[in-house]
């Protein structure tokens, strides 16, 4: 079936074979179309950054569909979470947020970050720390929001 029904960034009635999805530009050369292939992602203006105020509980207010947030660099002991809220009126019930730690540690591997809770409007978000002794860091975390229909 051709793609007729664009959704966004893809079309609704796509036949994925489980091979490696990508976007294309088309371009032409000499009378050919040939496609380049290119990242899939948000543009710089629906990307931001924000930093945690006063500790690692903090709520946090970014109204992008993708960014960066700067956790507090108060003391976490091991084996326990910080959870805090990431207010953003870009999120729907629907959708779905991925995470990253992108830097901030001294060590890889020494936390989890999962998105724990969604509704309208927000996503509740958890670090936990596995590293087996208490860290004082200020954890960078990346989010993407996969926009979903209702």
């Known amino acids: 079936m051709g793609n007729t029904k664009s959704i966004g960034v893809a079309y609704s009635d796509q036949d994925i074979d489980g091979g490696t999805i990508g976007a ?27 930093t945690q105020a006063t500790s690692k509980s903090t709520a946090v207010t970014l109204d992008k569909s993708a960014g960066r947030i700067t956790m507090n660099n108060a ?38 970050v999962f998105a724990n809770s969604l509704t309208a409007g927000s996503v509740s978000i958890t670090l936990r720390n596995i590293s087996g002794g208490s860290l ?13 229909a209702s």
Do not use: R, W
């Open 24 to 50: 294309t530009t088309p371009s032409t050369i000499v009378g050919t179309t040939v496609y380049a292939t290119s990242e899939i992602g948000y543009s710089a203006a629906a990307q931001g950054a924000v």
């Open 75 to 112: 003391s976490l002991a091991t084996a326990t979470n910080a959870t805090f809220t990431l207010n953003n009126s870009t999120i729907s019930a629907n959708d779905a947020v991925i995470l990253t730690i992108s830097g901030g540690q001294a060590t890889a591997g020494s936390y989890n």
């Open 136 to 148: 004082s860091e200020a954890v960078v975390i990346n989010f993407a929001i996969i926009h979903c």
